[in-house]
């Protein structure tokens, strides 16, 4: 065999190994046989010492990656096992150390399969072998080994020990120049953080191994990514990166990551309520796990079934025989047991998971004293599982409390719980990925609203309701993050929809395209923020009924909080005044949805100049109807004749509260929790104020230049000159900030809401991170006062990224505002804020003498509350 032979066979070994690397077994399984068929047929007595040991060695290497692709392929251990075997009987020909070196790898490749069947434990000491036995500069070896001894540290919990396994592999990879085993390292590296707790960092690792290996696509880096975004609480976006990989895993013939990708679907849609599809996928993936034979998630997978099963009814969604719920009860202890013999995996113990879900099962057959025993076999706090299962710890042990009457306990569960998210959110950098984590505390706030709700004492509901919506309010971060590439991306966006907007309706194919790379420009700046680590330290202590008493009796008696929540599809009030705390049912909150959008439809109506004149006037006449309406259905039965103070999440916060004829001339303010921090007016301070105007706004100039006429000293920008980096630094630098600008919603992507400057729109994601002092913003911009809802009931849009950075008010439009009536408020408004500093009282001085009906809302804190 001559010298060219030899390094033409390595070159078609090592691009065989690659294949198996870039998981494509197929490819992989067919270049290894026909490598060793060709090497079979050399004849080696024609070859010299060293052409034969280079035979020898390939030959033994090329069986252990035709072993890799056939068990990647079918699972069979059998035939994989015979073809190590056949590696190591190759290997017999070679002496010494490099004899020993092939002999552990294929030892490595044994505990890989032992990985796959999940008996990690025996598997270490075959990756321990490799790593004793390989020489230093082995590296490529030695980094398979650490990555797959990190797996089996990983499945076992040991998640430092992995981290540093990965590391480790990371760094020889590098050495080895493979760039792919280099991102599979750091990979893993990242779901090591995410679970260690530092999800941001997890985000980061992984889109560093995505940039290092662009173009995997066996679905691998789309499960982990999910898996990390899960642990967040971004559960939507955690299922669509699911959907995408499943296919990917099963084409790739990565059955047990295919199952494990499954099993995280099946979890995200049972919190995003998808209980049925949640249940069938439980069942898929439990499948899945038994024919790879990895017991300890085929366990974990049946107790997800049942919960699965559970979950609608703890929801009253769907009620059960007490037969049936009983069953499926036993069921969950039969799981127990079966998950303590198979043994825990990623740091979760089957049998734990399924003693959560029996202790839950048993209540609703109200066995209290089985699942009192049940949950006693736990260990204490769970400390090392997983948050969502730490969480639904305590929710049971809530739950329990609660159904025996120990109150005392039922809420130190509950704040332990809201602790253990709390101390979570503090991780997390933006603002979507704070809002986001509320997700993991749906099941115990509802648990502690109902307790409260059965005491039958509405201080208790209050209370409940403020301790789960104030967990997580505040931003992530009271420093803006340093990502100069995230701002060139919204730059090249902004410039990409200004383009758009300049091509006005001429081109609209053209518009279309400007804007949809606009908005994948916007979706990577988004994913970018999720990578930011959180900095703001404590979180705000929730507000009691009780002190909130003291505060009205004190200096507002005239004031009512009303604090809404939709319970069984029925709008509730807890409303609180000086005198006392009482509940009041509204009714159906169906019907407050509809009159909503019935007067979103009449306010945009009625601000269109396109629209004839007879049909603005019927729309107006709608409009005074369909206010008159929603006055009568909600504040008619609270009695609110001075000051309100309004709390609750959608409808409530679409609901143009200054504008129902109750509410004339009075102090109206909004908020999604009761939020402190804000002192008494302060009418002699001296303020800087910033007024802008944006284009395509006919009154805009004009407005803002009525408005600077109220404030001396006052910067007004209008035309060219107000532009995104002004208006960004006024923000955080100005105590008053007013812009007349165009303005829109993005229901789809809240943190993307905008207004519309010259050069462009300002995002609200632009702002997350940046403090504001304490100042007030006057968004006179169309229907920019939306939010969205999303899992868990917080809320995302531009009014909610303001009032978190530290805007004390914020005075905003929650439906069409017509530009020359803005124009007529806005002036008037601002002269009773200079002279107050007041903007509720602003607000309703401005519109009390206004003849149409106005959709501006003053969202702010009460008066009197301390921070804390």
């Avoid at 068990?71 to 251990?77: E, H, I, M, N, W």
Wanted: proline letters at 4%; one cysteine or more.
């Amino acid at each position: 065999m001559s010298s060219i032979d030899l390094v033409a066979l390595t070159e078609r070994f090592e691009r065989a190994r690659e294949w198996n690397l870039r998981a494509r077994p197929k490819v992989a399984f067919r270049e290894f046989r026909d490598l060793l068929e060709d090497l079979g047929r050399e004849d080696r007595t024609a070859l010299d010492d060293t052409a034969l040991e280079a035979w020898v060695w390939l030959t033994a290497r090329s069986w252990m990656g035709l072993a890799q692709a056939e068990f990647a392929l079918s699972g069979d251990a059998r035939a994989a096992i015979a073809s190590l075997d056949s590696a190591v009987a190759a290997a017999g020909a070679l002496t010494g150390p490099e004899r020993e070196h092939v002999e552990a790898v294929a030892a490595g490749q044994r505990g890989m399969i032992l990985l796959h069947a999940g008996q990690m434990r025996e598997a270490i000491p075959l990756f321990d072998r490799v790593l004793e036995v390989s020489h230093h500069e082995a590296h490529r070896d030695r980094a398979m080994a650490h990555l797959n001894r990190g797996v089996a540290y990983s499945d076992l919990g040991a998640f430092d020990q992995a981290l540093a396994d990965d590391l480790a592999a990371a760094r020889h990879a590098e050495a080895s120049d493979n760039h792919r085993l280099v991102a599979f390292a750091r990979h893993n590296a990242g779901f090591d953080l995410s679970m260690l707790g530092d999800l941001p960092a997890a985000l980061a690792e992984m889109a560093a191994a995505r940039a290092l290996a662009p173009d995997q696509d066996d679905g691998i880096p789309l499960q982990g990514r999910a898996e990390v975004l899960y642990g967040v609480g971004l559960l939507e976006e955690a299922e669509a990166l699911l959907s995408e990989a499943i296919p990917q895993l099963l084409k790739a013939g990565l059955r047990t990551d295919r199952a494990i990708a499954e099993y995280f679907r099946s979890r995200c849609l049972l919190a995003l309520r998808r209980f049925d599809e949640a249940a069938a996928l439980a069942v898929r993936a439990r499948q899945h796990f038994l024919a790879v034979g990895f017991e300890q998630w085929a366990s974990l997978a049946r107790v997800l079934e049942l919960e699965a099963a559970l979950a609608p009814v703890r929801n009253d969604a769907q009620t059960l025989p007490q037969v049936v719920v009983r069953r499926r009860a036993a069921q969950a202890l039969a799981v127990a047991v079966e998950g303590d013999a198979a043994g825990p995996v990623l740091g979760q113990h089957p049998g734990h998971a399924a003693r959560l879900v029996a202790a839950q099962w048993l209540l609703l057959a109200g066995d209290r004293a089985g699942a009192r025993s049940t949950l006693a076999e736990l260990p204490r706090g769970l400390v090392n599982a997983p948050l969502t299962m730490r969480i639904q710890h305590y929710t049971a042990r809530a739950e329990l409390a609660f159904a025996t009457g120990d109150r005392a306990t039922g809420l130190r569960a509950v704040r332990s719980g809201l602790g253990l998210l709390a101390d979570h959110r503090s991780r997390l950098g933006s603002v979507e990925s704070v809002t986001a984590a509320a997700a993991h505390g749906v099941d115990l706030t509802r648990v502690d609203v109902v307790a409260a709700v059965r005491t039958g004492r509405p201080a208790a509901l209050f209370d409940a309701l403020e301790r789960g919506r104030t967990t997580f309010a505040g931003t992530g971060r009271v420093t803006p993050p340093d990502d100069p590439e995230a701002a060139a991306l919204l730059t090249e966006a902004r410039g990409l929809l200004a383009r758009a907007r300049e091509l006005g309706t001429g081109d609209s194919r053209e518009r279309e395209r400007l804007t949809r790379r606009a908005s994948r420009i916007q979706d990577e700046v988004r994913e970018r923020s999720w990578r930011h680590a959180g900095n703001a330290g404590a979180v705000r202590r929730p507000v009691t009924a009780r002190e909130l008493r003291g505060v009205l009796t004190g200096t507002r008696r005239d004031s009512v909080v009303a604090n809404f929540v939709v319970m069984d599809g029925t709008l509730r009030c807890v409303r609180v005044d000086a005198a006392g705390v009482t509940t009041v049912d509204i009714g159906s909150a169906d019907d407050v949805i509809e009159h909503v959008r019935r007067l979103n439809a009449d306010f945009a109506m009625a601000a269109n100049d396109l629209i004839p004149a007879p049909l603005r006037a019927a729309a107006s006449s709608s409009l005074a109807r369909n206010l008159k309406a929603l006055d009568a259905v909600l504040l008619a039965p609270l009695r609110a004749d001075g000051d309100l103070y309004v709390v609750g999440r959608e409808p409530l916060l679409s609901v143009p509260w200054a504008a129902l004829p109750s509410r004339g001339g009075l102090r109206t303010s909004v908020n999604s929790y009761v939020a402190r921090g804000r002192a008494h007016a302060r009418p002699t301070g001296e303020h800087r104020l910033l007024a802008a105007s944006g284009p395509g706004v006919p009154h805009g100039a004009a407005e803002a230049r009525g408005v600077g006429e109220q404030w001396p000293g006052a910067t007004v920008l209008t035309g060219k000159d107000a532009v995104t980096e002004q208006v960004r630094t006024a923000l955080a630098t100005h105590d008053v900030v007013h812009l007349a600008t165009h303005g829109q919603h993005d229901a789809d992507n809240p943190l993307f809401a905008s207004i519309e400057l010259a050069d462009g729109p300002l995002f609200a994601h632009e702002l997350d991170g940046t403090p504001l002092p304490g100042s007030v913003v006057i968004l006179s911009s169309c229907e920019v006062g939306g939010s969205t809802q999303v899992l868990g009931g917080e809320l995302l849009g531009l009014t909610s990224v303001l009032l978190r950075l530290g805007a004390r008010a914020v005075i905003a439009s929650v439906a069409k505002l017509s530009d020359e009536l803005a124009a007529r408020v806005m002036p008037r408004l601002h002269a009773h804020l200079r002279e107050t500093d007041d903007p509720e009282a602003a607000l309703a001085a401005a519109l009390r003498d206004v003849a149409e009906p106005v959709p501006l809302v003053c969202f702010s804190s009460v008066e009197g509350l301390a921070a804390g």
